[in-house]
């Protein structure tokens, strides 16, 4: 069955530190897998988007980075923000399916 | 901004009631979506449409129909409102040549 799992929950760290947020799926035959932002009460939000054959994929001060070997990606936010708060939502595409993580909420406090 | 809007933003009804969910789009995307949000779930699919009258069922489909008579508009009915489908609802059209989706704002709904 087609799933995606994301770790931790939630995450609270403070304003200038760094955080890795994890993704882990089981959606096959695997065609690429997005990180989501979503501020509270707003929609989601594209941050990155990363196919079979990219393993590192940056955007600003956010890093994603994906092995499909062990079908395992991971967010890593640097120098956070207060407006890093937010949720952030894995997504992985099959050729005819796409399943969302329950996603990590993160706070990030001064 | 991707050109999606949702309408209404905020709704509460009583169990029983007929509530529709409109969402319109600038885009003129061929695929567009309805999601429900719950917390501790992911975005789960209700329907789906990938051209005008061509809709399709998602894993959440049951008490939901759909339609699309335009290509910029996709309406979500829930006919008899029950309790469970308080929730909050995202519609999403997808850019055929990223394969990106764009989300609206949400539409929250509670049934009392």
């Known amino acids: 069955k087609n799933q995606v799992e994301q770790s931790p929950q939630s995450l609270i760290i403070l304003e200038g530190k760094n955080c890795t947020l994890q993704c882990n799926y089981t959606v096959s035959p695997f065609s690429n897998l997005r990180w989501y932002k979503q501020d509270t009460g707003r929609g989601p939000v594209s941050l990155t988007i990363?196919?079979?054959?990219?393993n590192t994929k940056s955007n600003g001060r956010y890093t994603a980075t994906l092995d499909a070997d062990t079908k395992q990606s991971s967010l890593h936010i640097t120098a956070s923000q207060l407006s890093d708060s937010a949720s952030y939502i894995c997504?992985?595409?099959?050729?005819?399916?796409?399943?969302f993580g329950a996603g990590t909420r993160l706070t990030v406090k001064p | 901004d991707a050109g999606i809007t949702q309408s209404p933003r905020h709704k509460v009804t009583e169990t029983g009631t007929p509530v529709t969910l409109r969402c319109h789009q600038t885009e003129n995307h061929r695929y567009m979506y309805w999601y429900r949000q719950d917390p501790g779930h992911g975005l789960r699919l209700i329907h789906y449409?990938?051209?005008?009258?061509?809709?399709d069922k998602g894993e959440v489909s049951d008490g939901y129909s759909v339609s699309r008579s335009k290509t910029e508009d996709f309406l979500l009915t829930l006919e008899s409102a029950t309790s469970s489908q308080t929730s909050v609802y995202f519609c999403?059209?997808?850019?055929?040549?990223?394969?990106?989706?764009?989300f609206g704002e949400g539409s929250r709904l509670t049934v009392l």
């Open positions: 449409s990938y051209g005008v009258k061509d809709t």
């Open positions: 997504v992985v595409s099959a050729y005819y399916d796409m399943r």
């Open positions: 999403a059209i997808k850019s055929e040549g990223t394969g990106e989706l764009f």
């Open positions: 990363m196919t079979f054959s990219e």
